[in-house]
Nanobody, 128 residues
Framework: QVQLVESGGGLVQAGGSLRLSCSAS????????MGWFRQAPGKEREFVAA????????AYADSVKGRFAISRDNAKKMVYLQMNSLKPEDTAVYYC?????????????????????WGQGTQVTVSS
């Protein structure tokens, strides 16, 4: 079992920045990758970014590439999402997720179906 708790959401003006944090606890040794997803009202959940837990590989959605950066601190069991140049369309509930299924390959998965554990989410609202 892995428990995840997000923090850092809030209200920010367009063009501003926020940093989301995700604290992992429990069987963190089993984590293969960590991901951030988001869901806006009336829309489906979408992939934002992901990072391998024990390697340097990352993946980003095209909509956030160049603006968002995912990072991790294994010693602290934390994953971060630095969000810059925020746009109103980035408004959503952001979820942290953990994938504990080890796979052949290098890049972390982009599909939410690959992730086993989810946090409760943190609201990000970007005003225009």
């Amino acid at each position: 079992q892995v428990q995840l708790v997000e923090s850092g959401g809030g209200l920010v003006q367009a063009g501003g920045s926020l940093r989301l944090s995700c604290s992992a606890s429990g069987q963190t040794v089993s984590i293969y990758a960590m991901g951030w997803f988001r869901q806006a009202p009336g829309k489906e959940r979408e992939f934002v970014a992901a990072i391998r837990w024990s390697a340097v590989y990352t993946a980003y959605a095209d909509s956030v590439k160049g603006r968002f950066a995912i990072s991790r601190d294994n010693a602290k069991k934390m994953v971060y999402l630095q969000m810059n140049s925020l746009k109103p369309e980035d408004t959503a509930v952001y979820y942290c997720a953990a994938d504990t299924t080890w796979q052949i390959g290098t890049l972390p998965p982009r599909s939410g179906n690959e992730y086993d554990y989810w946090g409760q989410g943190t609201q990000v609202t970007v005003s225009s």
